[in-house]
């Protein structure tokens, strides 16, 4: 069986509704996964939108995402008690923060990844950053699985 991640919020290369941008609720959209490989003993996953002027820009990183979890719900970033260990994102928040592309720029695609880790937890220092997490995420990672959505300012 192969890794795979959706969204009931939006299909894969399809807009994603406003609730989930920074311009509307900046709400954590709903994620969910099936197919974790054998071994895996913990999830990490990262938001990035590769269209920004500046380069990827990360919009959220998560790691420690228990093994036994198959989905992230709506505003997961601000469940009481939550077992994932979220990382700063390029605005600076330690949580997910939505499409914001510039005003008249063309549509951004925002890539959710998702990596089955062999290990249960990283050791990454949360002043570390999102970039250190995905690069120690990798060096772990069993199999990977994306999902694409696209967001325009109007």
């Not at 923060?97 to 959710?112: A, K, L, T, V, W």
Request: proline share 10%.
């Amino acid at each position: 069986m192969t890794l795979t991640l959706i969204s009931k919020a939006f299909a894969q290369d399809q807009p994603i509704p406003r609730k989930y941008a920074r311009a509307g609720e900046n709400l954590f959209p709903p994620l969910s996964w099936s197919g974790a490989p054998d071994g895996t003993r913990s999830f990490a996953l990262v938001v990035e939108d590769p269209d920004a002027p500046r380069g990827t820009f990360r919009h959220c990183g998560i790691a420690n995402i228990p093994a036994q979890w198959t989905a992230l719900g709506e505003s997961a970033d601000t469940a009481p008690e939550q077992a994932p260990r979220f990382y700063k994102n390029d605005f600076g928040n330690a949580r997910y923060d939505g499409p914001q592309p510039p005003q008249g720029d063309r549509p951004h695609h925002y890539i959710f990844r998702l990596a089955a880790l062999d290990v249960p937890k990283l050791s990454i220092p949360d002043a570390a950053g999102i970039s250190a997490m995905w690069a120690e995420a990798r060096k772990h990672a069993l199999a990977e699985a994306s999902v694409t959505g696209t967001y325009q300012t109007q």
